[in-house]
């Protein structure tokens, strides 16, 4: 079966998983497709992630988290040319460890053309990017904890979500300063 007869045939479907077996789910569903001869019934398996970026005790980590934790999506063909559920690919979904079932139960519905273009379109967007863990607002006052700033206060005058930078206002010698940061080098003041 060739790629634009699978692109034509399959339609997309959310899996709901247990909570952080997502990835897990992905990994056995990938690796048991030619095993378990699933390559007709089963496309692509999607798990869209993004990188998140935090700073804890002075150090930048970075974690991959989930865009929609709990699910994956399946590229796949589940019902014939008739409309009936096709038993093979319908019990070996349900049957991998972690998997808690389609969404839509016993009568599950492919996602429509625009809701899966949309969430290719945020995966896509997501890829080779950093978000900073915390988002900002502005006008919002934050505590300096990296730079030749450490430890002084200001407030947010410019947000750049693209870049992951900001402007804050500094009291420096009794004249505010904007001081351009990356997110990771601020942290909110809570009160």
Do not use: C
């Amino acid at each position: 079966m060739t790629q634009e007869q699978k692109a034509k045939e399959g339609r997309w479907y959310v899996v709901q998983t247990l909570s952080n077996l997502e990835g897990k789910v992905k990994r056995f569903i990938e690796s048991q497709l030619a095993y378990e001869e699933m390559e007709d019934y089963i496309f692509e398996v999607l798990m869209p992630t993004e990188v998140v970026s935090e700073v804890k005790n002075g150090k930048k980590t970075q974690k991959t988290r989930k865009l929609y934790p709990g699910y994956v999506f399946l590229h796949m063909r589940l019902f014939d040319e008739d409309g009936k559920l096709l038993q093979k690919p319908w019990y070996y979904v349900n049957g991998v460890d972690g998997v808690i079932g389609f969404v839509g139960g016993q009568h599950p519905h492919a996602l429509k053309p625009d809701e899966i273009a949309r969430i290719l379109d945020h995966a896509k967007e997501a890829e080779g990017k950093e978000v900073p863990k915390v988002s900002y607002e502005l006008g919002e006052n934050v505590r300096i904890t990296d730079g030749p700033f450490l430890n002084l206060n200001g407030t947010i005058e410019e947000i750049d979500t693209l870049a992951g930078k900001l402007k804050v206002s500094v009291s420096i010698f009794g004249r505010f300063t904007p001081v351009p940061l990356e997110y990771w080098q601020v942290e909110r003041i809570t009160q």
